[in-house]
């Protein structure tokens, strides 16, 4: 699997859930909830459900964005008790400083970024790049203008 190749130690497809919330399965999986929940779709309804999914203390953070302005809904008390949610806008790098960092970790081979792209395409085969991102085949694709 993609993912455990970057650190990830473990994944829930939601259609595999039944009835059961995604956060009760992450409660469940984790033993009361995850220390970091990540949203990266934009939609105001996965950011609850990952809050929901952390555990005291737990961060939620928030990568995707939510353009239609849906207003977030948590329970005031989980706030008391220690559970944040924090934005991330580009990974909340100081590009100054930190992209010549990645440059040189990605030149050094610390950085492994070649292992996120899935596909390469034309720029005539371009559908097919939507394609694989529809049937969530792709990570990243690569779409060459003249090849």
Same mark, same amino acid.
């Given at each position: 699997?993609?993912?455990?190749?970057?650190?990830?130690?473990?994944?829930?497809?939601?259609?595999?859930?039944?009835?059961?919330?995604?956060?009760?399965?992450?409660?469940?999986?984790?033993? %009361?909830?995850?220390?970091?929940?990540?949203?990266?779709?934009?939609?105001?309804?996965?950011?609850?459900?990952?809050?929901?999914?952390?555990?005291?203390?737990g961060?939620?953070?928030?990568? %995707?964005?939510?353009?239609? %302005?849906?207003?977030?809904? $948590?329970?005031?008390?989980?706030?008391?008790?220690?559970?944040?949610?924090?934005?991330?806008?580009?990974?909340?790098?100081?590009p100054?400083?930190?992209?010549?960092? $990645?440059?040189?970790?990605y030149?050094?081979?610390?950085?492994?970024?070649?292992? $996120?792209?899935?596909?390469?395409?034309?720029?005539?085969?371009?559908?097919?790049?939507?394609?694989?991102?529809?049937?969530?085949?792709?990570?990243?694709?690569?779409?060459?203008?003249?090849?």
């Amino acid at each position: 699997m993609t993912a455990k190749r970057f650190g990830v130690t473990d994944v829930i497809n939601p259609k595999e859930c039944g009835d059961i919330k995604v956060s009760q399965v992450v409660k469940e999986l984790t033993d %009361g909830g995850a220390d970091s929940c990540f949203e990266c779709v934009g939609l105001a309804s996965l950011v609850e459900e990952a809050f929901e999914s952390s555990q005291e203390g737990g961060k939620t953070v928030v990568v %995707g964005a939510d353009l239609s %302005g849906t207003p977030l809904k $948590f329970n005031f008390w989980e706030v008391l008790l220690g559970r944040s949610v924090i934005r991330s806008f580009f990974g909340g790098i100081k590009p100054k400083k930190d992209i010549p960092i $990645f440059i040189q970790k990605y030149l050094d081979k610390e950085l492994r970024l070649d292992d $996120f792209i899935t596909h390469e395409v034309s720029l005539q085969e371009i559908n097919k790049a939507f394609d694989y991102l529809l049937q969530g085949k792709s990570i990243r694709c690569v779409i060459w203008m003249a090849k």
